[in-house]
């Protein structure tokens, strides 16, 4: 963990700045219906070119949250369907 300040407060920050990562994704396979789950690759590189490589993940139908997909007074809710990542592997490049 490392610390930095923020207007003079001091913040702690846990892992690496991912925000400031390359990353581009490919769904590597689902299932028959399409909706309950999917593995997927997630590929990153830092603006360097100093760290990189991949995730290989398996996501899966969590639960689903009711929203308003616009904005706007008086929009319909909708139910939307939520995912989680239930198996990951982290895979460094060579």
Same mark, same amino acid.
Request: proline share 1%; glycine share 6%; aromatic share 8%.
């Given at each position: ?11 702690? #920050?846990? !892992? ?5 990562? %390359?990353? =581009? ?8 219906? $399409? ?15 100093? #760290?990189? !490589? ?5 996501? %899966?139908? =969590?639960?689903c949250?009711?929203?308003v997909?616009?904005? $706007? ?22």
């Amino acid at each position: 963990m490392s610390q930095k300040r923020v207007n003079s407060i001091k913040v702690n #920050t846990l !892992g690496w700045n991912w925000f400031k990562f %390359k990353k =581009s994704g490919q769904l590597l396979a689902i299932d028959k219906d $399409g909706e309950e789950w999917a593995d997927i690759r997630i590929n990153f590189m830092d603006a360097d070119n100093v #760290t990189s !490589g991949h995730y290989k993940a398996r996501v %899966k139908l =969590s639960h689903c949250v009711t929203t308003v997909i616009n904005s $706007g007074k008086n929009q319909p809710t909708q139910q939307v369907k939520q995912y989680r990542v239930i198996q990951s592997n982290r895979i460094k490049a060579l």
